[in-house]
DNA sequence: CGTTTTCTTGAGATGTGTCAATCCTCGTGG
DNA sequence: CCACGAGGATTGACACATCTCAAGAAAACG
């Protein structure tokens, strides 16, 4: 959709679909930095020219503003711009969980915690199955889920076998995988299992 | 001075000094996940619970508001919402490239980067030395510095030694790094190095 | 000084990357 | 209907970067 240096003199929330931010080094290496789903916004007040590569991974439905009124509806209207902080600081965590995850997590952990997350996701959608099952379709191939994790294909193939070698995943497909105990799941992940929902 | 998990009632620039955000894994596994200079602030509107840990880099002055009143700050003075969102958003960038650190980049790419982002914002401050050579004060322990980089100290250690040998840098004590030509630290990066400052 | 923290360096283990072959799954066109 | 091809996924063998464990050296500090 947009590449790093593109001019940008719009921003735009995402309406339907999936894109995806990411970073792109000289020699090809990438690495994804961030998840828009609905109502998260492509660009930013303030900047012209865009620092990230924009990809849809399904097809996509934005609504553009051109940049200059956008920035005077803020002057305007104060509350839109307290959304707006509230949601840049809850991408700020969000970013910071993925810091973690990059930084300090093995392999396992962290396609365990990429699945955790998309089933957290779409549990708010739908409801989990009756005995605790829960059923989740993955929205990305093999190659987009190394470049979110920060690792080769190769080894997301080789650990999602592994997941489900060992029984914490099913898979129907390639893309859809059935979690039979969420809580073997999270164990997986590294993270703190005990931890309720911080407000 | 915060532990994540803590009650935080008051927001809190910082005034003087240098702090960290980290998280840290049940198992010990720590990850700095943001640093915290001079204007940056500590908590968050709507938000109780501290997510991360905080700590003191250097002496650190902070200037509390209970954070009732400045949430109604907030709203009756829409500028000071404005600049926080600058900020939130230039931070969300910042862990951006942080996030491609992290997950593609070498231990060589990943300390030679470090020293390169402490170099820029020293610079910013004090001019260069006369002949392009520049000194900066790290002002991280080898640990704090394997913690931002998600490396171990010990390798940390190994490749700023390397980094010495190759002439890229030269020491002067432990924590003093003379850097003789800012464009060959650039190139060990990995960054574009044509890149032009983003507006 | 002695003690403690921080840093450096080595040897070996191991997790992940690299390269390469093969296998699915689908859609397309003969 | 079937062969074919293309993109995605899996699997294996091996290389190599980084981690782990361990011993010392150097600096900081009382």
Same mark, same amino acid.
Do not use: C, F, S, Y
């Given at each position: 959709m947009i590449w790093a240096g593109d001019k940008m003199d719009f921003v735009a929330p995402?309406?339907?679909g999936v /894109?995806? +931010?990411s970073q792109t080094m000289e020699d090809g290496r990438t690495q994804m930095v961030g998840l828009l789903l609905p109502s998260d916004f492509i660009g %930013? =007040?303030?900047r012209e020219i865009a620092p990230y590569n924009v990809n849809a991974v399904s097809d996509v439905t934005v609504c553009c503003f051109r940049k200059r009124p956008f920035e005077s509806l803020l002057v305007s209207t104060p509350h839109v711009g307290q959304r707006l902080l509230e949601m840049a600081l809850d991408e700020l965590d969000? /970013? %910071?969980e993925w810091m973690l995850l990059l930084g300090r997590k093995t392999a396992r952990e962290k396609i365990a915690s990429l699945i955790a997350i998309i089933a957290r996701r779409d549990q708010e959608l739908k409801a /989990?199955? =009756?005995d605790g099952q829960m059923s989740v379709e993955l929205p990305l191939t093999r190659e987009a889920m190394a470049d979110y994790l920060g690792l080769t294909l190769e080894t997301v193939s080789r650990q999602v076998s592994a997941l489900k070698k060992d029984g914490v995943i099913q898979l129907e497909g390639k893309r859809k995988v +059935?979690? =039979?105990d969420m809580d073997v799941l999270l164990e997986e992940t590294g993270d703190d299992t005990d931890g309720g929902p911080l407000i």
């Open positions: 995402v309406v339907v /894109a995806t +931010l %930013r =007040p303030g969000a /970013a %910071r /989990a199955l =009756p +059935l979690i =039979p």
